[in-house]
Every structure is written in structure tokens, then in C-alpha cells.
């Protein structure tokens, strides 16, 4: 157990909708990663918040978004949901800022389906 | 950019045999970090080992051990005397001093038969 926790474990949506994956860090740790991996594509980095704050951009979509509150726990919000966007989505967490030094460590992911 | 190759897609073995996972990193930084990290059918991501650049230092962790040789960026696993339980995906990453991005291999599926 990496201590980073997810939720839902499973979601199951339609084309179209909107959904909320929520994400808890380990204990003392001040950053929030979401990464996204599909069959095709792989592991892929979404998105990294640092204290509350936006640090880092990958490949993620407008029709994503995320934030970091204030303790810490983020959530990703997916909207307008395609049959693609059916992945299965890990958030990770580290104590530092995400200058690459810090290990991240990953939660138990959140398995989307859109049917 | 960076890239990172795992040239194994699967693996199979048997029990109690001794297995070496390949990876390959492109990078043009000269302070960087390797990982790898181990995917169980149970679907979550477990942190292996890391890295640093300057540390050159083979390590070993019970049945597990890493080669790290700059001279051919590589970064393999070995895992000795495998075990049914070592049947996984493995995936070795790379981060760059300054970037909180992980760029992953597509991984490598380690099946072992008992």
C-alpha cells in the first residue's frame, strides 16, 4: 500500500457525461500527479499540482481538468466524455515541488469505462 | 526529448529461473533519474527503484538487481529465482533534473509459470 488513495475504484459513464476521480497523497507530501494509461498510448502524464498550484502540463486534454485544495487531496474532472477517454487513471504523489528528483509514488488507480 | 525503450514486450519463464528485463533511455540532460516500477495483474503501480545519473552503483535487493551503465544508457532488471508472484508488468521510467514529468517505457509483461 503506497499510502495514495483513489476514488472510485471503478466508474462505469456514458458518451457525454462528466465525471469527477478524486485523489488523496500520502501523508506530507505536497504534490499531486495524474497520469493516464491506455492500451495504445501508454502511461501518460496529465497533469502535476505542487501546494495547490498548477506546475506542470502534459497531454491533457481541454475537456480535462484538475485542481489541488487547500488539504490537498485533487480531483480530476473529465468532461464530454468520448469512448477513448476509457482508461485507467493513476494519481501519484511526492514531498517536493517535482523538480525530478522526488520518487512518486502511485495510487491504486481509477478505472473508467464510457460506454 | 526523452525517450525510454522497453524492446520486451513479454517474457515468459519458468519457475526458479533467472530473468533480465531490458531498458534503453534517451536523454540529453546530464542529471537524470531512473526508475522501475511493477504493475501486478491487481492493476496498481509499485515503486521498484530509483536512480540518480551520478550513481553508477549496480544494486541489489533480495532476488532483484540492477545494471546501470551510462556508457550504453541502459538500465536493466534481473530478477533471480523467479516466482509465480513476479508475474507483472515492469516498467522502467526516466525524469529530468528540473521536471516533474515520468516518461515511461510501454512496459514489459513477466509471465512465470510454475
Known amino acids: 500500500d503506497s499510502g495514495v488513495t483513489q476514488t472510485p475504484k471503478h466508474l462505469i459513464t456514458a458518451t457525454g457525461q462528466r465525471v469527477t476521480l478524486r485523489c488523496s497523497p500520502r501523508?506530507?507530501?505536497?504534490?499531486v500527479y495524474w497520469y493516464q494509461q491506455s492500451l495504445d498510448q501508454g502511461l501518460q502524464f496529465l497533469i502535476h499540482?505542487?501546494?495547490?498550484?498548477?506546475?506542470a502540463k502534459g497531454n491533457i486534454l481541454e475537456r480535462f481538468s484538475a485542481q489541488q485544495f487547500p488539504d490537498l487531496h485533487s480531483e480530476l474532472n473529465l468532461s464530454s466524455l468520448e469512448l477513448g477517454d476509457s482508461a485507467l487513471y493513476f494519481c501519484?504523489?511526492?514531498?517536493?515541488?517535482?523538480?525530478?528528483?522526488?520518487?512518486?509514488?502511485f495510487g491504486p488507480g481509477t478505472r473508467l469505462t464510457v460506454l | 526529448a526523452q525517450k525510454v525503450t522497453q524492446a520486451q514486450t513479454e517474457i515468459s519463464v519458468v519457475e526458479k529461473e533467472d530473468v533480465t528485463l531490458d531498458c534503453v533511455y534517451e536523454?540529453?540532460?546530464?542529471?537524470?533519474?531512473l526508475f522501475w516500477y511493477k504493475q501486478p495483474p491487481s492493476g496498481e503501480l509499485v515503486f521498484l527503484i530509483r536512480?540518480?545519473?551520478?550513481?553508477?552503483q549496480n544494486e541489489i535487493s533480495g532476488r532483484y538487481s540492477w545494471n546501470f551503465q551510462k556508457s550504453t544508457s541502459s538500465f536493466n532488471f534481473t530478477i533471480t529465482a523467479s516466482q509465480v508472484v513476479d508475474s507483472a508488468v515492469y516498467f522502467c521510467?526516466?525524469?529530468?533534473?528540473?521536471?516533474?514529468?515520468?516518461?515511461f517505457g510501454k512496459g514489459t509483461m513477466l509471465l512465470v509459470s510454475p
Open positions: 501519484a504523489s511526492s514531498v517536493g515541488g517535482g523538480d525530478g528528483t522526488d520518487t512518486q509514488y
Open positions: 501523508s506530507g507530501d505536497l504534490s
Open positions: 499540482y505542487y501546494n495547490g498550484e498548477e506546475r
Open positions: 536523454t540529453r540532460d546530464t542529471t537524470y533519474y
Open positions: 536512480r540518480n545519473s551520478f550513481d553508477e
Open positions: 521510467a526516466l525524469s529530468n533534473s528540473g521536471y516533474s514529468t515520468l516518461t
